[in-house]
Each structure stands twice: as C-alpha cells, then as structure tokens.
Nanobody, 124 residues
Framework: QVQLVESGGGLVQAGGSLRLSCAAS????????MGWFRQAPGKEREFVAA????????NYADSVKGRFTISRDNAKNTVYLQMNSLKPEDTAVYYC?????????????????WGQGTQVTVSS
C-alpha cells in the first residue's frame, strides 16, 4: 500500500504560481510512475502531468504545457507540481496518483493509488 498526501494548494491570483507536493508513505515511490490529475466542479477528472519511474520522461496535458512542471525526489519519496502562469480555468482539486509502471501515462484508470486531493483556486 502507498499512502499519498498532497499539500501546497490555496488561493492565488491569475498569473501567480503554486507548488504542490505529494508525500508518499508505506512504500518507496521509486517503483512507481507518478501523476497529477485534477477535477473541477461539475467536470470529470482530467490528466495534468505524469513522470516516469526514473524521472527521465514526463508527459503533460496540452492545457498546461509550458506552464506546469512535474518533478520527483525519490530520496524524499515526494513528487512536485510547479504551476506557473495560473489561470482561473486551472481551479480544481488536484490529486496525486501512483502507477506501478515505468512510463508516464495519462490514463487515470491505470493508476493504483490516489491521494485525497488539495484545492487550488485561481481568482481572476
């Protein structure tokens, strides 16, 4: 079992930045590709970003490319999502997830473990 706890969400003005963290416990995340997903009110969960097990490959949704950066520190068992140039449409609950595979996949149903989420609100 892998327990995932997200932090770093909050309220920010459009154009601002936030850095989300996902701290894992129970098992080392070095065996997992890791991903971030989000869900806005009234919408389905969508893929945001993923990073391979080694950290050598990343995958981003088109809507966040060039603005968001996913990274990982396996020694700290933590994954990060740096979010810059935030827009009101980025407002959502952001979830961290672990995928028992090597590659950075964008399909949420393939992920094995999920955190509880952290709220990100971007005001205009």
């Amino acid at each position: 079992q892998v327990q995932l706890v997200e932090s770093g969400g909050g309220l920010v003005q459009a154009g601002g930045s936030l850095r989300l963290s996902c701290a894992a416990s129970g098992r080392t995340i070095s065996s997992y590709a890791m991903g971030w997903f989000r869900q806005a009110p009234g919408k389905e969960r969508e893929f945001v970003a993923a990073i391979s097990r080694s950290g050598g490959s990343t995958n981003y949704a088109d809507s966040v490319k060039g603005r968001f950066t996913i990274s990982r520190d396996n020694a700290k068992n933590t994954v990060y999502l740096q979010m810059n140039s935030l827009k009101p449409e980025d407002t959502a609950v952001y979830y961290c997830a672990a995928d028992y595979t090597a590659t950075a996949r964008g399909m949420g149903h393939m992920y094995d473990y999920w955190g509880q989420g952290t709220q990100v609100t971007v005001s205009s």
